[in-house]
């Protein structure tokens, strides 16, 4: 089969090595993809909102399927593009990818059945969230409506934080803002929980926790992804069953409420506290870097889930895990998440060893002049497996030391909450 994957990240280059594996796979593109991505399959330079582009390149190919990586193209409908003109499509259709797309769909569709998550307000307009939050107790979360790339978040500590946000918000920093959302500020620890679906059945995809925090120790800013480990250490089969029958069954049904099909990943980011989940908020996509993280544990064929998927046959699947540790310390360029060096080579990856439990995905890497050039703030994911947590950071770390790349950093400190 030939295979197209949309995206350039981390994640994607973890989807390509997975769906390689299979007997199935003749071919892959990666548009656009990356350096790493490049070595396993064919990168195109295709703006990925170019539709008709995506659409032309993969039917001149005769392309069997696409899988989609990142949130943009889904929300804005690619899914449904591909799908009417007769291509299969991995990843949920534009209703359905409202759950990122929009905070206060998700929100209504928790109110109307009874989903736990943050107590909130939806507000329309500058006046009417300050009166607002004169009655409330700080702190507060504020969040943009739309797809903000992770940053349309505000934890507000006061009432002058919480109005310079809500400014700006309205005055349009993450585009026109029509609503936004105020919510309760939920204590707890954070955990990723990951479900894969086919529209009428589920299954588990593992559970994850990442460390969004640019700093040692959980701190500074918030950036796309640090690092990870797979599987959380909160998770518990009581836990589970809660997720499942408090969160996943009433989002399903809810789906299945306006006529949606959902197939496609589906990621709920909860707050756990006292072995309850609330849910923060629903990604229609696998995680960056959980993806990289989670993946190479998988013992079934990848592909063929996916295909399992996309014709409504999930439930003939039966999803096998190595039941061993990953963690991943992702590596960037410094001065991210603010301005960093761009087009600077990184050298030496050649020279790494990397045993069969090691992995290193590309994110914000491409190749010029036969050179790997660096050209996103994240640039290349460490990942190891083995039995334990602190095995695979000091694997990982000591990999990162050996490649000694002088314009980069890296979070020495991920999973120090379950290593102790
Ligand atoms: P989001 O973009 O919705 O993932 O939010 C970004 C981060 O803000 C989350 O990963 C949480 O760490 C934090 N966050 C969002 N909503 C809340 C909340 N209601 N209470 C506490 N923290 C939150
Ligand atoms: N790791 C967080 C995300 O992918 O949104």
């Known amino acids: 089969m030939k295979i197209a994957i949309l995206g350039s990240g981390g994640r994607e280059h973890a989807l390509a090595n997975q769906i390689k594996k299979s007997k199935k796979t003749d071919k892959i593109y990666c548009i656009p993809g990356n350096a790493g991505t490049g070595a396993i399959g064919e990168n195109i330079n295709i703006n990925l909102d170019d539709f008709n582009g995506i659409y032309n390149f993969v039917n ?25 003109k007769k291509i299969k499509v991995f990843g949920p259709s534009k209703k359905a990818s409202q759950f990122e797309g929009s905070k206060t769909f998700t929100k209504n569709i928790c109110k109307q059945y009874g989903i736990p998550t943050a107590k909130f307000e939806i507000l329309k307009n500058l006046e009417q969230s300050i009166e607002y939050l004169k009655k409330v107790e700080f702190p507060i979360v504020i969040k943009a409506d739309g797809l903000a790339a992770g940053k349309g978040v505000y934890i507000c500590k006061d009432m002058r934080n919480a109005s310079e ?44 926790q990442d460390h969004k925090r640019v700093g040692v120790g959980d701190t500074g800013k918030n950036t796309g992804g640090m690092g990870a480990y797979t599987p959380s250490g909160l998770i518990n089969q009581e836990l589970e069953n809660k997720i499942i029958n408090k969160i996943i069954n009433p989002t ?60 409504g046959k999930l439930d003939e ?16 360029s410094k001065g991210y998440p603010d301005t960093y060096e761009k087009n600077i080579e990184i050298s030496g990856l050649d020279k790494l060893n990397l045993e069969n439990d090691s992995f290193i995905f590309h994110a914000g890497t491409t190749i010029k002049n036969d050179k790997t050039i660096v050209n996103g703030g994240r640039v290349l994911n460490f990942v190891s497996i083995s039995d334990n947590y602190l095995t695979s950071r000091n694997t990982i770390i000591d990999k990162i030391e050996k490649l000694n790349w002088s314009g980069g950093f890296y979070r020495s400190d991920i999973g120090f909450k379950i290593i102790k």
Do not use: H
């Not at 949606?260 to 990604?283: C, R, S, T, V, W």
């Open 60 to 84: 001149e190919r005769q392309i069997d399927l696409v899988v989609v990586g990142p949130e943009k193209p889904l929300v804005e409908g690619i899914s449904d593009f591909l799908k009417e």
């Open 165 to 208: 946000a809500v400014e700006e918000i309205f005055n349009g920093k993450f585009g026109k803002a029509e609503k936004i959302v105020i919510e309760e500020f939920l204590e707890g620890e954070e955990m990723s929980f990951f479900i894969i679906s086919d529209g009428k059945t589920f299954k588990k995809f593992n559970t994850a």
């Open 252 to 311: 399903l049904k809810a789906l299945n409420d306006i006529n949606e099909e959902y197939i496609g990943f589906l990621y709920a980011g909860l707050m756990i506290k006292d072995n309850e989940p609330y849910l923060i908020e629903y990604n229609v996509r696998m995680g960056d870097p959980e993806c990289q993280t989670i993946l190479p544990l998988l013992k079934s064929d990848f592909l063929e889930i996916i295909l399992a998927c996309c014709d």
């Open 317 to 332: 699947i039966d999803i096998q895990w190595s039941d061993k540790k990953s963690l991943c310390v992702v590596l960037c």
